[in-house]
């Protein structure tokens, strides 16, 4: 019980510190010392003393990691940097992105970065871990696109220890100054060579790659969706229950290879056992990349053989408590990230599993049955965890991981592990292996594309706010607990609040419009009571990048939205269009309009039918009055100013959104006089860029407040400081959603209210 207490004690400071608005002085951190000692000598405060020491810990840490970061004033400028590249190059087409060591930056007196991820665009394919450069980069602080429900990339980048991101400016020679003789990345690279040359007709080789080396740069994104969608993606990730098998196997042969020592005067049986399995998990922790996941499975593993090396009584809760505690002392922000909840809930799951199958153990349940109540036990469990890191309710989960669990962890694994070690059998044993592997992959791919097709899909979940998937896990704990324990189980009567739905959360709300944080480009998700638009999907291209798939559909999951009544492609440029690439499929029963018909058509030909955003009529959705303004002459072709002007009322409150006008187009709208559009919020045209907002155009929309859609340091410095002075010298209130992530307008019958996200979800690393 003092393990718990301890490691939930400790849990606490170090979730305090991680998320709270802002950062504490430095020198409160040296009561930290002080705190432990309190808390060594007085067993009273022990818990309260682990929390503060936790508190403090991670405040230190991120102080340190702030220190580190890229200095402002050097964002966006070409630098001269010698590095030490330090992971696997990952080459997606023409494009590289790796990891460096910063050795030296010309003219840079600061604290250097301790790590930094570059893309190089047409790199040389001899580029590999332990090389030493001399590149010319331009570098910018760590950042990323901020959404509701979206991925944080700066919070990635913050526990990853990554403090500058950038690209190789190609038309500056590299210099290749020297390459180290061995590490465990060349050890790795190799590796995927000797794969590659064996494996040359395989269909999963990313994934026997990601399997044998934890490299998922080969990973198609439809394998990547599919095992997302079935819950089966903790499986690909060389993590405990990998990890935990291979040094099981090698405890095994452990036992067998004592019988072969004729001096047996060192080691007992049980001895080179438990060192073999430590060995082997170690190896292959190793051969993954010993990223965090494999060191919290390492910490676990090691804090189990050493129990049993000591023949301590094994207790499994106090050894996840131990292992947790070891992991937030050595490496605290990994609680930003996703692997460590999913990793310690899995365990948590597991002893709970332990404990129920004790009455179980009389033989009455065979180890068939056993594990499939564990099995079913993770389903239900992982609800809410999924709900909270994915987004989605994984519908195929149970039937899917009842059969990839088994031939995943005990069959493949082993089969990859013995590969690596049996490199030297003849290429044809090997290739003939290979193969072997490579069918038992595709075979579960396709057990997996009929549960989709059976109808086991994932769903998609409403936004539900942490309390509430606390309760929610609490209360499917009560429920499979047994009814001794648990006699009365009142609190299911709280099910009900659970079951909030973004209809109920409009009843003070008729219209809410969400300005995405899409970087340089433009995406806006429009709601009503009972509909819904997309205007816009940011920028994206048919080779995978997408904003799309990045920013809009996690918005539209967080939001517990599905198929949009319609959507608006405002005209054809890529920043505008090209995140829809990857989700048109499943927009398909959307009505379709753009200003840019023709150029939509060949962009997207499986699309129909496109409407003309230039001749549609106006509607009414609950009360929302949608209209097109037409300003456009016939003699005018280019695509900005083709771009469909939506205007949007709703109880006297009016929206403008302008997609890639210019002046032309201004001036043609004006013609229709001041009226049509005046404006209490306008979504600034074109980014803000000098060929747009003319001083006309802003007196005639005189908006109260102006937003512009625009990236972090983009190269034509949208938006000018000439246009925003403008609007600013009109009265208006200035939003960007470079500087303040996605813009959140929620209309009521009086007024609107616009919601900075940033700014109302405040983090250490913003």
Same mark, same amino acid.
């Given at each position: 019980?003092?393990?718990?207490?301890?490691?939930?004690?400790?849990?606490?400071?170090?979730?305090l510190a991680?998320?709270?608005?802002?950062l504490?002085?430095?020198?409160?951190?040296?009561?930290?010392?002080?705190?432990?000692?309190?808390s060594?000598?007085?067993?009273?405060?022990?818990?309260?003393?682990l929390?503060?020491?936790?508190?403090?810990?991670?405040?230190?840490?991120?102080?340190?990691?702030?220190?580190?970061?890229?200095?402002?004033?050097?964002?966006?400028?070409?630098?001269i940097?010698?590095?030490?590249?330090?992971?696997?190059?990952?080459?997606?087409?023409?494009?590289t992105?790796?990891?460096?060591?910063?050795?030296?930056?010309?003219?840079?007196?600061?604290?250097?970065?301790?790590?930094?991820k570059?893309?190089?665009?047409?790199?040389?394919?001899s580029?590999?871990?332990?090389?030493?450069?001399?590149?010319?980069?331009?570098?910018?602080?760590?950042?990323?696109?901020?959404?509701?429900?979206?991925?944080?990339?700066?919070?990635?980048?913050?526990?990853k220890?990554?403090?500058?991101?950038?690209?190789?400016?190609?038309?500056f020679?590299?210099?290749?100054?020297?390459?180290?003789s061995?590490?465990?990345?060349?050890?790795?690279?190799?590796?995927?060579?000797?794969?590659?040359?064996?494996?040359?007709?395989?269909?999963?080789?990313?994934l026997?790659?990601?399997l044998?080396?934890?490299?998922?740069g080969?990973?198609?994104?439809?394998?990547?969706?599919?095992?997302?969608q079935?819950?089966?993606?903790?499986?690909?990730?060389?993590?405990?229950?990998?990890?935990?098998?291979?040094?099981?196997?090698?405890y095994?042969?452990?036992?067998?290879?004592?019988?072969?020592?004729?001096?047996?005067?060192?080691?007992?049986?049980?001895?080179?056992?438990?060192?073999?399995?430590?060995?082997?998990?170690?190896s292959?922790s190793?051969?993954?990349?010993?990223?965090?996941?494999?060191?919290?499975?390492m910490?676990?593993?090691?804090?189990?053989?050493? +129990? =049993?090396?000591?023949r &301590?009584?094994?207790?499994? !809760?106090? $050894?996840?408590?131990?292992?947790?505690i070891?992991? #937030? *002392? @050595?490496?605290?922000?990994?609680i930003?990230?996703?692997?460590?909840?999913?990793?310690?809930?899995?365990?948590?799951?597991?002893?709970?599993?332990?404990?129920?199958?004790?009455?179980?153990?009389?033989?009455?349940?065979?180890?068939?049955?056993?594990?499939f109540?564990?099995?079913?036990?993770?389903?239900?469990?992982?609800?809410?965890?999924?709900?909270?890191?994915?987004?989605?309710?994984?519908?195929? +989960? =149970?039937?899917?991981? &009842?059969?990839?669990?088994? !031939?995943? $962890?005990f069959?493949?694994?082993?089969?990859?592990? #013995? *590969? @690596?070690?049996?490199?030297?059998?003849?290429?044809e044993?090997l290739e003939?292996?290979?193969?072997?592997?490579?069918?038992m992959?595709?075979?579960?791919?396709e057990?997996f594309?009929?549960?989709?097709?059976?109808?086991?899909q994932?769903?998609?979940?409403?936004?539900?706010?942490?309390?509430?998937l606390?309760l929610?896990?609490?209360?499917?704990?009560?429920?499979?607990?047994?009814?001794?324990?648990?006699?009365?189980?009142l609190? &299911?009567?709280?099910i009900?609040?659970?079951?909030?739905?973004?209809?109920?959360?409009?009843?003070?709300?008729?219209?809410?419009?969400?300005?995405?944080?899409?970087?340089?480009?433009?995406?806006i998700?429009?709601q009503?009571?009972?509909?819904?638009?997309?205007?816009?999907?940011?920028s994206g291209?048919?080779q995978?990048?997408?904003?799309?798939?990045?920013?809009?559909?996690?918005?539209?999951?967080?939001?517990?939205l599905?198929?949009p009544?319609?959507i608006?492609?405002?005209?054809?440029d890529?920043?505008?269009?090209?995140?829809?690439?990857?989700?048109?499929?499943?927009?398909?029963?959307?009505?379709?309009?753009?200003?840019?018909?023709?150029?939509?058509?060949?962009?997207?030909?499986e699309?129909?039918?496109?409407?003309?955003?230039?001749?549609?009529?106006?509607?009414?959705?609950?009360?929302?009055?949608?209209?097109?303004?037409?300003?456009?002459?016939?003699?005018?072709?280019?695509?900005?100013?083709?771009?469909?002007?939506?205007?949007?009322t709703?109880?006297g409150?009016?929206?403008?959104?302008?997609?890639?006008?210019?002046?032309?187009?201004?001036?043609?709208?004006?013609?229709?006089?001041?009226?049509?559009?005046?404006?209490?919020?306008?979504?600034?045209?074109?980014?803000?860029?000098?060929?747009?907002?003319?001083?006309?155009?802003?007196?005639?929309?005189?908006?109260q407040?102006?937003?512009f859609?625009?990236?972090?340091?983009?190269?034509?410095?949208?938006?000018?400081?000439?246009?925003?002075?403008?609007?600013?010298?009109?009265?208006?209130?200035?939003?960007?959603?470079?500087?303040?992530?996605?813009?959140?307008?929620?209309?009521?019958n009086?007024s609107?209210?616009?919601?900075?996200?940033?700014?109302q979800?405040?983090r250490l690393?913003?």
């Amino acid at each position: 019980m003092a393990m718990l207490t301890a490691g939930i004690a400790l849990l606490t400071g170090v979730m305090l510190a991680s998320y709270s608005p802002q950062l504490i002085d430095s020198y409160l951190i040296a009561w930290l010392p002080f705190s432990l000692f309190l808390s060594f000598i007085n067993p009273h405060f022990r818990n309260t003393g682990l929390l503060i020491a936790g508190f403090l810990w991670v405040q230190a840490i991120i102080h340190w990691e702030l220190d580190h970061r890229l200095q402002p004033e050097w964002n966006n400028k070409r630098l001269i940097v010698v590095g030490e590249v330090i992971n696997l190059p990952k080459n997606k087409f023409t494009n590289t992105s790796f990891l460096i060591k910063p050795l030296s930056i010309a003219g840079y007196s600061a604290k250097l970065p301790k790590l930094i991820k570059l893309n190089w665009r047409n790199a040389p394919q001899s580029l590999a871990s332990g090389q030493r450069w001399q590149w010319q980069l331009k570098l910018k602080q760590p950042r990323g696109y901020q959404n509701p429900g979206g991925f944080d990339y700066e919070k990635w980048l913050l526990f990853k220890g990554i403090h500058a991101t950038g690209y190789v400016v190609s038309k500056f020679p590299a210099r290749l100054l020297d390459s180290t003789s061995v590490n465990i990345n060349v050890i790795r690279q190799s590796i995927l060579k000797h794969i590659d040359q064996h494996c040359i007709e395989c269909q999963q080789l990313g994934l026997i790659q990601a399997l044998s080396v934890g490299y998922r740069g080969n990973i198609s994104r439809s394998q990547q969706q599919k095992l997302q969608q079935t819950g089966t993606a903790h499986l690909i990730a060389i993590s405990g229950l990998h990890i935990g098998i291979i040094a099981g196997v090698f405890y095994g042969i452990g036992l067998m290879l004592w019988n072969l020592i004729t001096n047996k005067k060192y080691l007992t049986r049980k001895e080179l056992a438990l060192l073999s399995a430590w060995i082997a998990g170690l190896s292959y922790s190793f051969l993954a990349g010993f990223d965090l996941p494999a060191q919290r499975a390492m910490l676990m593993l090691s804090v189990v053989l050493f +129990s =049993l090396y000591l023949r &301590l009584p094994f207790n499994l !809760l106090n $050894s996840i408590m131990l292992s947790m505690i070891l992991v #937030l *002392l @050595l490496t605290p922000l990994s609680i930003l990230s996703a692997s460590f909840w999913l990793t310690f809930c899995a365990l948590l799951i597991i002893a709970l599993g332990q404990f129920l199958l004790k009455p179980l153990s009389n033989g009455r349940y065979s180890w068939i049955k056993k594990i499939f109540i564990i099995q079913l036990l993770f389903s239900l469990l992982f609800i809410p965890i999924s709900i909270g890191v994915f987004g989605q309710i994984h519908s195929a +989960s =149970l039937l899917a991981n &009842l059969v990839a669990v088994p !031939l995943v $962890s005990f069959i493949i694994v082993p089969i990859v592990f #013995l *590969l @690596l070690l049996l490199f030297w059998l003849p290429s044809e044993v090997l290739e003939l292996l290979y193969k072997a592997l490579d069918k038992m992959l595709s075979w579960l791919l396709e057990y997996f594309n009929f549960l989709q097709q059976s109808g086991f899909q994932a769903l998609n979940s409403t936004a539900i706010d942490s309390w509430q998937l606390v309760l929610l896990f609490g209360i499917l704990v009560l429920m499979i607990l047994p009814a001794g324990i648990i006699r009365y189980r009142l609190f &299911l009567l709280i099910i009900p609040v659970l079951l909030l739905t973004p209809e109920k959360k409009f009843e003070s709300v008729e219209m809410k419009l969400t300005v995405l944080d899409v970087g340089m480009g433009t995406s806006i998700v429009v709601q009503t009571r009972h509909h819904s638009l997309i205007y816009d999907f940011g920028s994206g291209n048919k080779q995978g990048y997408s904003l799309g798939e990045w920013a809009v559909n996690p918005y539209l999951r967080h939001q517990g939205l599905g198929q949009p009544d319609r959507i608006i492609l405002s005209h054809s440029d890529q920043d505008h269009v090209g995140g829809f690439y990857s989700v048109q499929n499943q927009f398909k029963n959307s009505m379709l309009y753009t200003g840019t018909v023709g150029q939509v058509k060949k962009l997207f030909p499986e699309v129909h039918p496109v409407l003309d955003c230039h001749t549609s009529s106006a509607w009414m959705w609950d009360g929302v009055q949608f209209e097109f303004l037409r300003g456009l002459k016939p003699s005018d072709r280019a695509d900005n100013n083709r771009s469909c002007v939506l205007r949007i009322t709703q109880s006297g409150n009016t929206v403008l959104i302008t997609g890639d006008i210019e002046a032309v187009q201004e001036r043609n709208l004006l013609m229709m006089g001041g009226s049509k559009l005046k404006s209490d919020i306008l979504i600034a045209p074109h980014h803000g860029s000098l060929t747009s907002s003319t001083q006309n155009f802003v007196d005639a929309v005189s908006a109260q407040h102006v937003i512009f859609t625009a990236g972090f340091l983009n190269r034509w410095s949208f938006p000018r400081l000439a246009v925003v002075e403008r609007y600013i010298l009109n009265g208006a209130k200035i939003y960007r959603t470079d500087k303040q992530g996605a813009i959140q307008v929620e209309c009521d019958n009086k007024s609107c209210k616009l919601i900075p996200f940033r700014q109302q979800h405040p983090r250490l690393w913003y």
